[in-house]
């Protein structure tokens, strides 16, 4: 669902993976860019659609302009998308993956990232699950009633693609809103769906804290509860 912490919880629990010593690369895949803010500790990095604009096309696009290192060498990718109510986002999406793959920018990586926005579920946003670029799907919800649609249908979606291609759920990640019996509620879609909820991350004030200093609570507070709940994710 929108502003439910995809980004935020992803961002997180990579940099927890990468104090492990992994090598990581992030494609956001959501036209805000905003899947790579806390981990480059800055503002939205410039897309690769945007960059392609001014350039006149991808084609014109070196690797280096688009790929921007932070936290312990995680290398960041936006794909960004059009402006808003003018042609399809999507597109974004299946334009950046076919450069980043052409310009090696998957040699030498243990884990590749896609960060998807869930609440539309249209045909380019499916693109890494429907060409195989991913293997697993996690699913960021919680326990509000159109988090539980969301991610419903987010499933409905995988299952479609499941056949043709290797992509399975991997799991549903419930990222705490305090609403009544949540934790409940999250197990019992999980189960519903056959799957299983892998962590529940419970709320912190700190989260914000450490978003508005363009970090990851990894990188602001290491020590804190907050953080072992997303090295435990």
């Known amino acids: 669902k929108g502003g439910i912490g995809k980004s935020t919880t992803s961002q997180n629990t990579l940099a927890a993976l990468v104090d492990l010593g992994q090598k990581i690369l992030i494609v956001g895949c959501d036209p805000k860019a905003d899947s790579t803010r806390l981990i480059l500790n800055s503002k939205a990095q410039d897309t690769v659609l945007h960059l392609a604009a001014k350039e006149g096309s991808v ?75 991913a293997q697993e799907i996690y699913i960021v919800m919680s326990g509000e009633m159109m988090a539980l649609y969301a991610a419903n249908n987010i499933a409905k979606g995988i299952l479609k693609y499941a056949h043709s291609g290797g992509v399975r759920l991997g799991g549903l ?10 934790l409940d509620l999250a197990e019992a879609l999980a189960a519903k769906l056959n799957s299983k909820l892998i962590h529940f991350v419970p709320r912190d004030n700190i989260v914000q804290h450490a978003e508005l200093r363009k ?7 290491p020590d804190s509860k907050q953080a072992a709940e997303y090295r435990a994710l």
């Open 59 to 133: 084609e014109d696009l070196e690797v280096e302009d688009v790929l921007k290192v932070g936290y312990k060498g995680i290398k960041c990718v936006e794909s960004g998308g059009p402006e808003p109510g003018v042609g399809c986002a999507g597109r974004g999406v299946i334009t950046s993956i076919n450069f980043l793959e052409e310009n090696g920018a998957y040699d030498d990586v243990d884990y590749v990232s896609y960060d998807v926005l869930g609440d539309v579920v249209c045909g380019g946003f499916a693109m890494p699950i429907r060409e195989n670029k």
């Open 173 to 182: 990640i419930c990222n705490e809103r305090q609403t009544d019996r949540e």
């Open 215 to 221: 970090m990851t609570v990894i990188q602001y507070a």
